[in-house]
Nanobody, 126 residues
Framework: QLHASGGGLVQAGGSLRLSCAASGRAFTGFLLGWFRQAPGKEREFVAAIVWSAGSSYYTDSVKGRFTISRDIARNIVYLQMNSLKPEDTAVYYC?????????????????????WGQGTLVTVSS
């Protein structure tokens, strides 16, 4: 139901845009997120967006560099990544959660998400 694409090799300071195409259902009432997993590390939260309202949240390390957005008509979530750093190298995953954030709780743990796409590899060279 979720298919991530757009990864690749880029030099430090460059940009990439990841896409996550969602199929098979409507995502009204869902939270869509991006996670990443570097070699030997745990999968970590990157950003999330409320599908209907468009409000978003970012982990501190990507604020000001990454932008999450969605195209409701095409059922796609994007992650625009600018000013990439070698430490951004990871497999990036999109995920969906069938409930919305409340207060300051933006669901930043992988186990809180219900659906996952396959990963797309982003490699940033120095």
């Amino acid at each position: 139901q979720l298919h991530a694409s757009g990864g690749g090799l880029v030099q430090a300071g460059g940009s990439l845009r990841l896409s996550c195409a969602a199929s098979g259902r409507a995502f009204t009432g869902f939270l869509l997120g991006w996670f990443r997993q570097a070699p030997g590390k745990e999968r970590e939260f990157v950003a999330a967006i409320v599908w209907s309202a468009g409000s978003s949240y970012y982990t501190d390390s990507v604020k000001g560099r990454f932008t999450i957005s969605r195209d409701i008509a095409r059922n796609i979530v994007y992650l625009q990544m600018n000013s990439l750093k070698p430490e951004d190298t990871a497999v990036y995953y999109c995920a969906a959660k069938s409930s919305l954030p409340y207060g300051s709780n933006w669901y930043q743990t992988r186990t809180q998400y219900d659906y996952w796409g396959q990963g797309t590899l982003v490699t940033v060279s120095s």
